[in-house]
């Protein structure tokens, strides 16, 4: 695919080929770049344009990358297409999430298997009824990488939406029933969090034929709130990110097996 709007470097990321690895992790936050690319080797910082920014080093020797997202599908999806473009092939996103469920508590993890598609960007890329699924292997990786650490996680479906305050204050939306109609039915189905990306990186990376996961730190559970069961809050991302790096370390290793 040509460049946009550039004759150098994508036109969003500020990046060209060679500046990433085919391995990369996605986080929303660009302030979290710098802490994450600390778990690589020889990390070096490489680009910064509006909400992406992008560390690159190396694990087991192999090239990988961070580069922030931002917030929401749609630059998530800009994020995604333009590292696909200079030759990126294997996402993961580390994000933070809101629990759905009483057990997925505050410090939990959520490695997500699919998600709901609440989101608008999605539905430029595929119909409304094609499921949002995350790679298999990814998911696989990400699941023996929690557990070789022992930290509490849940694997299955997020709920993926555009509005935050939509979900936390929707009796001040005229739309506010369906919103809260929708959320109680998605308990039901039990969707175990809550956040805003997964959606879009699953339905683009189906469409650009390219392996995508996520695993989501749970921050709080507005639902255990409800229920007036005690709840806590957590802002601490290293496990998320512990979690996400094993799992490149795990699929860099299965990588270069089938390459013998």
């Known amino acids: 695919m040509p460049l946009v709007y550039s004759d ?26 710098e802490k994450i690319a600390e778990y690589f080797e020889s990390p070096s910082f490489i680009a910064r344009n509006r909400e992406y920014t992008t560390y690159t080093g190396y694990i087991s020797g192999e090239k990988v990358s961070v580069i922030s997202t931002g917030i929401g599908g749609a630059s998530a999806a800009i994020a995604l297409e333009e590292l696909i473009h200079i030759g990126a092939d294997t996402f993961i996103r580390v994000g933070t999430s809101g629990g759905m469920q009483p057990e997925v508590e505050a410090g939990h993890l959520v490695i997500a298997t699919g998600a709901v598609r609440l989101d608008g960007t999605s539905r430029e890329y595929a119909p409304e009824e094609y499921p949002a699924v995350a790679d298999f292997e990814i998911v696989s990786a990400l699941r023996e990488a ?19 305050y939509g979900q936390h204050d929707p009796d001040s939306m005229p739309v ?5 109609d929708k959320w109680n039915a998605y308990i039901k189905c039990g969707a175990l969090t809550s956040e805003m990306e997964s959606a879009t ?6 469409v650009r034929r390219v392996r995508v996961g996520s695993v989501l730190l749970v921050i709080g559970n ?39």
């Open 176 to 180: 506010g029933e369906i919103l809260k």
């Open 222 to 260: 507005q639902t255990r709130r409800s229920m007036g069961l005690p709840e806590t809050l957590c802002y601490d991302t290293d496990i998320a990110v512990k979690t996400a790096v094993e799992a490149l370390r795990l699929l860099i290793e299965a990588d270069r097996k089938k390459l013998r």
């Open 8 to 33: 150098e470097f994508e036109y969003h990321i500020k990046l060209k080929k060679g500046d990433v690895g085919r391995y990369v992790l996605l986080p929303g936050d660009p302030g979290r770049c």
């Open 201 to 206: 990186l699953f339905i683009v990376g189906s």
């Open 146 to 164: 929690a557990g070789k650490f022992g930290y509490n996680s849940h694997t299955g479906v997020v709920q993926c939406k555009d509005s935050f």
